[in-house]
């Protein structure tokens, strides 16, 4: 099913766009900044009219629906001009989905944005943020300890139990572990 959707959005960028490259390839193209090992989840913007003023570190996660945003145009009205700045995302950083960054934000390394927030304000290294406007919530480290411990109380799944692996059984029986609990999977 994905890979006809896929299909489909190629074959529409083709015929009404002219384009035959991702969201993602055309940032790139016009000089956003990409560390390695990133993963980028699908119908994020990244600021197609100022892509040259984003910059992501490495081993970034960005989830779906984050858009990254270097211009407000709130100011084109009045002001006849629309305010810019860089947008800096340091090494292993996690957004959540649905976030929204605004321009002139830095973000330090080794930080959790929680889904659905909005960053108006550069977040230090090593934090953990989440809100409208976002806010610091807790600390990296110790998120990840407290997640650690969690896990080896709770149960895990590999591979076998995510979408294009799982089967019928499987999904069952993740439902019934998991329904006054968390889990993990692969």
């Known amino acids: 099913m994905k890979r006809i959707l896929r299909f489909i959005i190629i074959w529409i960028r083709r015929q009404v766009l002219g384009v035959d490259i991702s969201p993602l390839e055309m940032a790139l193209k ?5 560390g ?4 980028i989840m699908g119908e994020c913007i990244l600021d197609p009219g100022h892509c040259w003023l984003i910059e992501i ?14 211009h407000d145009a709130s100011t084109k009205r009045n002001l006849d001009y629309t305010l810019i700045g860089k947008v ?11 976030t929204i960054i605004l321009p002139n ?21 090593g934090v953990v943020v989440a809100g409208n406007p976002a806010r610091i ?15 080896e109380k709770s149960p895990s799944y590999d591979y076998d139990y995510t979408i ?13 572990a998991l329904d006054d609990s968390v889990g993990f999977v692969r």
Do not use: W
């Open 30 to 34: 016009n000089g956003m900044k990409l």
């Open 137 to 151: 919530i807790g600390d990296y480290d110790k998120y990840h300890l407290k997640r650690k411990n969690q896990f």
């Open 88 to 98: 800096k995302i340091g090494n292993d950083v996690f957004i959540g989905a649905g």
């Open 36 to 39: 390695k090992d990133c993963h």
């Open 57 to 70: 570190g490495d081993r970034v996660t960005i989830a779906p629906r984050v858009h990254i945003l270097a």
């Open 105 to 125: 934000v830095t973000i330090g390394n080794n930080v959790i944005i929680g889904s659905g927030s909005v960053i108006t304000k550069s977040v230090p290294e």
């Open 164 to 176: 294009s692996q799982i089967t019928e059984d499987k999904r069952k029986e993740m439902q019934e």
